[in-house]
């Protein structure tokens, strides 16, 4: 069973005259599986929110169909094993890091005695024990960042929906909560991560959706989305050649300080170079197919396949 299964949900907000209606979400379908952590990418306004609010029951969807365990999001019962980290949160300055956490498990209808037991696994989780009885308020962005993802955990979900966890956090706040992350993940539990920062997802996340202007670009694994088609890096020694490979296989296209690059017309073309280089008694060390990062390849899909006329982006909601 699919832990989330979204099947072309389509979302408009009716708004006053002035901006008419706007369709967050324009028939999106994807699935998140036991165990994974699916990280949904796109850039602020293209629906990612949404997308969450939707699965959460928060707002509905006009038409498709979505099920969270297995259940309608207009069930109760689909969120019982659901963690939620929104987006902006502002959680009670007064509180104390435990304290948010009593008051999410007491909302979770938890007794005291299961919340505290459950406080004790969660604090060193997110590396925030020492911080326990510490005002929020006291509190850096990354750490109330932690703290959320704590209190999200509070009832041992099986899903965690993390919307934007590191907004506005600092490089070693980022690292922390990416580690959070990992041994969440490590407790067989299903992630989605909504965010914008494709660096973070990249490292993270077991396949992601790309979402722009409401619409799903991609769907895909990091690995996937990162390997540039049929590019390879040969080391080997070349020297400053350029080999005379026949156009059908592919061509050279670099020359590099450990061998070459070349560009392939199919995955059999490796096996042709290779040849090529042993007939040239030229020792070869390693190939390795070229990489890219997630950004790169997610500002192409965004430019291949942005649809003029789309909705337009809603300024600055996020
Ligand atoms: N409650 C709402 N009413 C009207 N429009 C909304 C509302 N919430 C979001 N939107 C619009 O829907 C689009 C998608 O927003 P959102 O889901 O917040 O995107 P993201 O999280 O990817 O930044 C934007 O154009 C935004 O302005
Ligand atoms: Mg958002």
Redo the contacts with the bound molecule.
Sequence with gaps: MNIVSVENVVKI?H?GMKRGN?T?LNEVSLSIDQAEIFGLL?P???????LMKVLLGITRATSGGVTVMGLSPADAGSREKVGYLPENHRFPNHLTGIGLLELAGRMCGMSNAEIKTRADELLPLVGMDKWAHTKIRKYSKGMAQRIGLAQALINDPDLVCLDEPTDGVDPVGKIEIREVLQRIKEQGKSVLL?SHLLSEVESVADRVAILSKGRVRRVDTVKHLTSRQLEYEFEAEIGDRFLDIPPEIGKQVAVTANGMRVELKSREGVTHIIDMLRQRRINIYAVTPVKMSLEQSFIELIKDQATPGG?Q??GG??
């Design positions: 907000y708004t706007i967050a796109g602020n306004g293209a629906g990612k929110t949404t909504n909705q982006s809603g909601a996020s």
